[in-house]
């Protein structure tokens, strides 16, 4: 029988300078999408695809991201008091029980491959999940939940992967693709961040992997890659090298790139129109000012 995967690694140790100076001394993962950060999005995700136990990957700085994840006794107690049942739920969702979580320090920023590699000891030769916080995936069926599902098929290792235009395989690892089944293409290849005229496919990874724990074999060998960082692609791409099924699962959803600012302000306008309470209000704003727009222009 397939091993279950019930171990996932957030790697959150990267400078997040694209949002400099809030990174200076906000976490990216904490920064808010309507009224949750990111991390709980993707705590939410990893919850439902059957994850019992969350390996963040830290750094200098991320204090707040540790903090979030405490329970608050006394806010709690207030809210009781109160009979604000839903805030207390919302809250109960970002406890952990202990020992459920655990943080390993990456002391230096030195790329993705190397801060997966960081949490090697805790993963006890198992398959594990890799999410990306930052890559936050709106989808009826959470992400990682149909790759899951899709492993317990094919075992191996899975990236998730997104359709993008060529100019934008610059930005991504793209897979080079042996056999394409529809939702799920089997891999020969991968190159990180390719020039755009030297993409095999038009098919990139995005932040979630289901990785077999050969994966830190690989790693443990592994030299800097593209942009002189230890790269994850590239130790995947060994397992292709040994014959080990590597497969791309295109997954249904929105996948918004929050590492970015266009994308986390997409993200935002996205998530607030998804909400009830929140819809008709930003509707109303958004029409008004694409009427200011067109009445400018
Ligand atoms: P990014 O490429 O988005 O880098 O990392 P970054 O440092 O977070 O942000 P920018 O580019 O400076 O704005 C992708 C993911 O890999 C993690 C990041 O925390 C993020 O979740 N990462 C990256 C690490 O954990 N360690 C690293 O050395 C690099």
């Given at each position: 029988m397939r091993k279950k995967v019930t171990k996932a690694i957030f790697p959150v140790a990267g400078l997040g300078t694209r949002f400099l100076p809030a990174t200076k001394s906000v976490?990216?993962?904490?920064?808010?999408l309507v009224d949750r950060p990111l991390v709980q999005y993707a705590i939410d995700e990893a919850r439902a695809a059957g994850i019992k136990e969350f390996i963040f990957v830290t750094s200098r700085g991320k204090g707040a991201l540790e903090d979030?994840?405490?329970?608050?006794p006394q806010l709690e107690q207030e809210l009781r008091r109160k009979g604000k049942d839903e805030l207390l739920s919302a809250l109960k969702n970002t406890n952990m029980d202990s020992g459920d979580i655990a943080y390993i320090r990456q002391?230096?920023?030195?790329?993705l491959g190397h801060a997966v590699w960081c949490?090697?000891?805790?993963?006890?030769?198992e398959p594990f999940a890799v999410i990306l916080p930052d890559d936050v995936i709106a989808a009826e069926k959470p992400c990682l939940q149909q790759m899951v599902e899709a492993y317990e098929e094919t075992g191996g290792n899975m990236v998730a992967a997104m359709e993008v235009a060529p100019d934008k395989a610059p930005s991504y690892g793209i897979l080079d693709v042996n056999?394409?089944?529809?939702?799920m293409v089997s891999v020969k290849g991968m190159v990180e961040k390719p020039a755009q005229d030297e993409a095999p496919s038009n098919l990139a990874v995005i932040g979630r992997y289901i990785l077999s724990p050969d994966v830190f074999r690989h790693l443990n060998r592994m030299k800097q890659g593209a942009g002189g960082e230890i790269q994850l692609t590239d130790a995947i791409a060994q397992e292709i090298a040994e014959d080990k099924g590597v497969y791309g699962y295109r997954f249904r959803g929105q996948r918004f790139d929050c590492g970015s600012k266009a994308g986390f302000l997409q993200a935002t306008v996205a998530f607030g129109l998804a909400r009830d309470d929140l819809r008709d209000d930003l509707e109303g704003y958004l029409q008004e000012v694409m009427a200011a727009k067109q009445a400018a222009e």
């Open positions: 976490p990216k993962e904490i920064m808010t979030y994840f405490d329970h608050a002391h230096k920023a030195m790329g949490a090697r000891r805790l993963m006890h030769n056999e394409d089944m529809g939702s």
